[in-house]
């Protein structure tokens, strides 16, 4: 049988998957799996099971994560996803891991850190005498690595950055991502303690603890942070939260470590190390028409999953491993994760809308049967081939039950895996019923998915008209002579309220041995009280993490789903001019001065707030009259001049950082290029640490005022895809272009 796919997933297949030699790619879709299915066999004895895994990914039930496709049976053949490496608190320890983070990231995975041991900002080095930059500024040396590796020719970098919570540079870090173009390669998430939440519900304070010494350096008020986090989530999706406690509640080897970090996009806790190679099932291919109508087929998918399995058990041990380290590590604890996608597809074939009890109960009541059959497929593979070595000590002896897997289920994002199998992403719902995408210059197609499309023609209401106007938004909720009862099943990623979100999530996690990749969705609109409800709600209920996203919340958004043209007169029409006038300079100001080293001499940078935010900058340095201090001033009256007229102090920074001079120089761990860059960097800080009005105790940053209201159809950014062009959706805690399946995460 040859794989049916659609032209959009050939299109993928061919720019990143299909082995080339120079520009002309020498295999085919079907090439491509039987090179895959050849390779995982070669362990087997008995030639059936290579036909097996043939088959299950040539009916397109079952892919493997992007590595396995793309490296079987190739030189590089380096198959696992998800990698967490360590981070020690010695500058030998931090540059060994991202070294070991370029090999990794080399080979096609994406890492995740711990940056909670390293020692906070200010503190002492007693090997030089001098005093530590903290765990952003080496965050941000690796995103700067990142930013030159491209992975194994075929995937950027991606990297995770967790802090736990009572880290004393904590504040900082939840706001180090406030200017979108900074640490681009990173997604960011707070590691929350149970002592932290109770302290929050509670609003008592908690102790902040130097990870160096294990004492108390100070203490801050739950409640405020939290309401930090969620701020900052509000503004831009960031950071995400993570509950670690509760993930090493489930730690299925306690007495190997301890979980500090998790992969990418949050869904694959592992401990320092570690690796973990996922795939997943798609169920759109799992349902039947039967006599009474659509049904799940549970013989197939019980079928499916062992068969996944024992893929997934195979890679382990042909994987091609970049570190011995991580080789030893994924081979004592053999983790993988098998997991889901075509979710919402599923839904909506039978009938049963995402956002509702029947739902939730639906995906329960799936995962549930996944996850015991996975176990079981696990346990007859432990009695062929032998528990996993570090057995001893695992949740599993305490059993009493063999396992040849310390973990074998995952919800992951399938960005590109589902674009190749023509269904939904995991368990998101739809991000659009159909939109519209350009394929060459002006050229456009207006994509409609599958399931959509068959109901309407089942329905006797498919025409063109209508698929162009749902194209308009993304969603029917809008159409006022579509069916009602059509309109409760097909929904879209912004029809879906966050409540359902996080149920759905939380319904998936109880039978999940690691843990539920999942965006949850927010409208413009939507309040930080709304964002703060849904993280309460995701703790009560016992997810394991939450990412969300308010629509339109990153700068430069938001893109509709729509594509109105408008009328060309009107595209003509000049705006009328508006000649911004700077407010006048406040009798009394208030602010800082920071002593900051260049390649011309020291320079000090004084930064004055007032009522309304920050005003001016003031330079210094050297003797008056220099051509250094000439330029310095002018920068900083211009700076100055751009405040006052309304100007974000974040563009100003982003307009002078980066700047280069013959003479740049390092200054504690951190290289500054130019004067006009020392310049970014102190306006930088000062907005991190003060926020834009420079007042209030807790480091805050203002939320500015409200973006104008959106229709439930904005799931698009208006960023463009780096790869191919094509817009980028925010789902399963990424952004994932919907073309090419380009993420930000893998």
């Keep these: 049988m040859q794989v049916q796919i659609s032209d959009n997933a050939r299109i993928v297949l061919e720019r990143r998957y299909l082995a080339k030699a120079g520009d002309e790619i020498i295999e085919t879709p079907e090439d491509m799996l039987r090179r895959v299915a050849k390779n995982i066999a070669q362990l087997e004895k008995d030639p059936i099971w290579e036909e097996r895994f043939f088959e299950i990914m040539d009916n397109l039930e079952f892919l493997p994560n992007s590595p396995t496709l793309m490296n079987a049976g190739r030189e590089l053949q380096q198959l696992s996803a998800c990698f967490v490496l360590p981070i020690e608190d010695s500058m030998e320890g931090i540059f060994e891991t991202l070294k070991n983070t370029a090999l990794i990231q080399k080979s096609g995975g994406g890492t995740g850190f711990s940056f909670s041991r390293l020692r906070p900002s200010f503190d002492v080095v007693s090997t030089t005498g001098g005093v530590a930059s903290g765990p952003v500024s080496f965050m941000r040396c690796y995103n700067a690595a990142t930013d030159a590796i491209k992975q194994g020719g075929t995937r950027r970098g991606a990297n995770m950055g967790i802090l736990r919570v009572d880290h004393p540079d904590i504040l900082q870090f939840i706001q180090c991502k406030a200017d979108p173009n900074e640490i681009t390669n990173f997604n960011i998430s707070v590691a929350i303690t149970e002592e932290f939440m109770e302290a929050v519900f509670a609003d008592q304070t908690y102790p902040l603890i130097n990870p160096r010494t294990k004492q108390s350096v100070g203490e801050l008020r739950a409640r405020e942070v939290f309401e930090l986090i969620v701020e900052m989530a509000w503004r831009n999706g960031e950071p995400g939260i993570i509950f670690l406690d509760r993930i090493n509640r489930f730690n299925p080897t306690p007495q190997v470590g301890v979980i500090e970090a998790t992969n990418p996009c949050g869904e694959q806790p592992l401990l320092p190390n570690e690796s973990c190679n996922l795939g997943s099932i798609n169920l759109v291919k799992m349902v039947q028409r039967t006599a009474e109508g659509w049904t799940i087929d549970w013989e197939r998918l019980g079928e499916v999953v062992e068969i996944a399995v024992r893929f997934l058990d195979n890679v382990i041990d042909v ?70 070595p570090n057995y001893a000590g695992s949740i599993w002896e305490k ?19 589902s674009i190749i199998a023509g269904c939904s992403s995991g368990i998101e719902p739809l991000f659009a019923l159909a939109f519209t995408r350009n394929v060459l210059d002006n050229d456009r197609l207006i994509e409609v998915n599958p399931q959509f499309e068959a ?39 912004y029809d879906v309220t966050p409540e359902w979100h996080i149920r759905m999530q939380a319904a998936f ?22 964002i703060r409800e849904v993280y309460e709600l995701a703790y009560k209920l016992g997810c394991k993490g939450v990412t969300v996203y308010r629509a339109g919340s990153r700068e430069g958004e938001v893109l509709t789903v729509g594509h109105k043209k408008e009328d060309k007169a009107q595209q003509e029409q000049p705006a009328p ?48 009259g220099g051509c250094a201090g000439a330029f310095s001033e002018a920068t900083a009256r211009l700076a100055s001049l751009a405040l006052r007229s309304g100007v974000e102090p974040t563009q100003i920074v982003k307009q002078l950082k980066g700047i280069r001079c013959p003479h740049p120089i390092w200054q504690d761990g951190q290289q500054v290029l130019s004067c006009p860059d020392a310049i970014a960097q102190v306006l930088d800080e000062y907005i991190k640490n003060n926020g834009v009005n420079g007042s209030g105790s807790l480091p805050r940053v203002q939320s500015g005022a409200a973006a104008p209201s959106s229709n439930p159809g904005q799931a698009f950014s208006n960023e463009a895809c780096p790869d191919c062009g094509g817009a980028m959706v925010q789902e399963s805690g990424c952004a994932t272009c919907v073309q090419c399946g380009f993420s930000r995460c893998s």
């Design 577 to 624: 001019a508006r000649r911004p006038a700077p407010r006048k300079r406040p009798r009394v100001t208030r602010g800082e001065t920071v002593r900051i080293k260049t390649g011309c001499g020291t320079l000090y940078v004084t930064i004055n707030s007032d009522e309304q935010g920050i005003c001016e900058v003031f330079t210094t340095i050297g003797k008056a």
């Design 319 to 388: 994987n091609r491993y970049p570190l011995k380290e991580i080789e030893e590590m994924t081979q004592a604890n053999r983790k993988i994760g098998l997991g889901v996608m075509g979710f919402a597809d599923l839904l909506i074939r039978l009938g049963v809308p995402y956002n509702s009890p029947e739902g939730v109960e639906l995906g329960r009541e799936i995962m549930k049967f996944i996850q015991t059959k996975g176990h079981e497929a696990s346990s007859k593979l432990a009695e062929e081939r032998g528990s996993f």
């Design 455 to 493: 109901i309407l023609r089942e329905r006797d209401l498919y025409s063109s008209e209508l698929i162009e106007e749902v194209a308009k938004t993304g969603s029917v909720q809008h159409l006022q002579d579509f069916p009602e009862d059509l309109k409760r099943i097909l929904v879209t990623a």
């Design 509 to 530: 996690q109880e039978f999940t041995d690691n843990a539920v990749s999942k965006t949850v969705n927010f409208p413009q609109e939507a309040t930080k009280d709304d």
């Design 399 to 417: 059993t009493g039950r063999p396992m040849r897997n310390a973990t074998v289920t995952t919800i992951a994002p399938t960005g590109t895996i």
